[in-house]
């Protein structure tokens, strides 16, 4: 991907990776977003001790709709954080979905996250990925450093 967009503008790269971390972060969160609903709907009263009837309950509990209040009100934050993590990120989308965030609050949360991974991969990020994949390969940490002309 490097070489990719080693051929592309600074902007033009920002760009790219600005509505890739856009899609990916809205993809995560309506896949959350859809496991909550499906685990709220599946199933019906009779089927107390079916998995999908615990989820549902637990989904539908009072402590959960407390814990979704809170996640409402100041939990948000995490969304932004998240995209400054590496395996973390994924998670805390889904999480968005699952405990139902307001759409509009988490893409307004997202955008200064977006930004900062754009940032981050169409700079130094590609170059350091470059230089991992380098090592790996057995091409060193010499040539992944840039230090042979």
Known sequence: M???LSNFPFWGAWIFMY????LRGQGTYWIGRGASSAAT????EEEHDSKWAQIKAWLNSDRTKTGRTLVHKIGVVAV???YLTVGLQTAVLAAAGLVRIQWWKFTVAQIPGAIAW??????VGLA?????LAIFTGDG???ALGLIV
């Open 141 to 143: 940490i010499v040539p």
């Open 2 to 4: 490097d070489e990719m």
């Open 128 to 132: 350091g990925w470059s230089a991992v």
């Open 41 to 44: 709907h599946v199933g019906s």
């Open 118 to 123: 754009a940032t981050i991969y169409s700079g």
């Open 19 to 22: 509505v890739l971390g856009t």
């Open 80 to 82: 932004p954080l998240s």
